[in-house]
DNA sequence: TATATTCTCGTCATACCGACGATAACCGCC
DNA sequence: GGCGGTTATCGTCGGTATGACGAGAATATA
């Protein structure tokens, strides 16, 4: 038996220019100062995990959670992952809507999207790369079986601007005929609000909401 | 920032006799003397958090984990879970095959299987009720979309067998014919050894060892 | 020998999915 | 206004997967 340090780190993914992002900050101190690492830090005494995570992520990106989603994603506690001494942490994953600004935290010295194929996955500080890797593979598969896709997207979005998440998260092109079928025959996936966009290029679309459903039946399946 | 205890607690299922069961051990000393509670304990000073679950699982049932399946479940972390002090768990989910007699580790007075069924929720230590229902959740959406089951059974088995598996842990009925169909067209899932059982009651059925399927394509879905 | 039990193979109707055609309804431009 | 470009939406068709169920095979047991 031994105490250990605790602390939260987020992977907060969201969607930009139709590529998949994800939010780093630029570290200010040591260790792996100057080196972009997920944002996160300690849990306080009194402070529930996901009170922690929720906290983070207001202070490093201005944003209420309610308005996208939040998981835990899993722990690591390798002895020597922080050179300051046994530090194990929780990370959470995050999906947000397109664009809020990132504001650096009090710790950090700089905060910034990064699409995921720009990210230079061995400069990240820590094990976060390993972090940001079981993130992205768990929205990946969640998109699959959830109609968490939506986590993405405003509270009002076209079926096309939905696809585009899919293809952005799963870095595939999927038909926008048989998608627009399925997702719109799935029982609660979305709901139609009965207006249209304007004012964008081609025919008008519908608009809809998130439905109520949790679970795909039957799922998404990504193309083989 | 302070300073937390890290244990890991284990939810180690199995079938036996046809019924989901977990295993339990009767606490010894406080907190919760007494109680029923997950197996469990703290991560040493230089210990990885697999190595713990590892270590964990070995002493309290005697089982080497290359047998069955052992995964991260998720981390509780409430300030309040643990009369003692604040105290970060780490959860696994380990699956098993038939029938490790367990034996009590040092710190448990007893340690028995619980048919899940029989198990009174409200009785278990800590906050191991929710760990527990997790764990079992966690299980039986993974029985959908990987071949997780066979970590139940022994080297070789029948489909009868892992029939069983899934209707133990769904709780549900399967049509024979159309599970037998399922798995053996599914590639990958299980592999034909060439021989069969005997002495059993009804037509010999053929032996199959696990595939090197790790995911299912298409999945297998529980009934509506 | 008869019966119960379980395994294994088939059949059939239905649901779902990938590929793709066709039309609708907007835009900007000539 | 007319025209091409673009996106949304609806349909069709064939292959595949699945649920419901029949039927026979191969054993144990009475």
Redesign the interface.
């Known amino acids: 038996?031994?105490?250990?340090?605790?602390t939260v780190d987020l992977v907060v993914l969201t969607i930009r220019r139709d590529a998949l992002s994800v939010l780093l900050v630029k570290r200010g101190a040591p260790p792996y100062a100057g080196r972009w690492a997920l944002p996160g830090g300690?849990?306080?005494?009194?402070?529930?995990?996901p009170d922690a995570a929720v906290r983070e992520l207001r202070e490093e990106t201005g944003v209420h959670e309610t308005a996208g989603h939040l998981e835990?994603l899993?722990?690591?506690?390798?002895?020597d992952r922080d050179p300051r001494g046994?530090v194990?942490t929780?990370g959470y994953l995050a999906l947000l809507a397109d664009l809020p600004v990132p504001q650096a935290g009090t710790d950090a010295a700089e905060a910034a999207w990064h699409r995921l194929s720009d990210v230079d996955r061995d400069r990240l500080a820590f094990d976060h790369e390993r972090i940001l890797a079981d993130g992205v593979e768990r929205a990946r598969a969640k998109l699959e079986?959830s109609p968490l896709a939506a986590a993405f997207c405003p509270a009002e979005f076209t079926i096309g601007a939905l696809r585009e998440v899919y293809e952005a998260v799963w870095g595939t092109a999927l038909d926008p005929r048989n998608f627009h079928r399925k997702v719109t025959t799935t029982p609660g996936f979305v709901v139609p609000t009965g207006r249209w966009t304007t004012g964008e290029r081609g025919r008008p679309a519908q608009l809809y909401r998130r439905g109520p459903a949790t679970l795909l039946?039957?799922?998404m399946?990504r193309p083989?």
């Open positions: 038996m031994f105490d250990s340090a605790v300690f849990v306080g005494a009194a402070e529930d995990l835990q899993a722990s690591y506690g390798a002895p046994r194990v929780i079986y039946h039957p799922p399946l083989a």
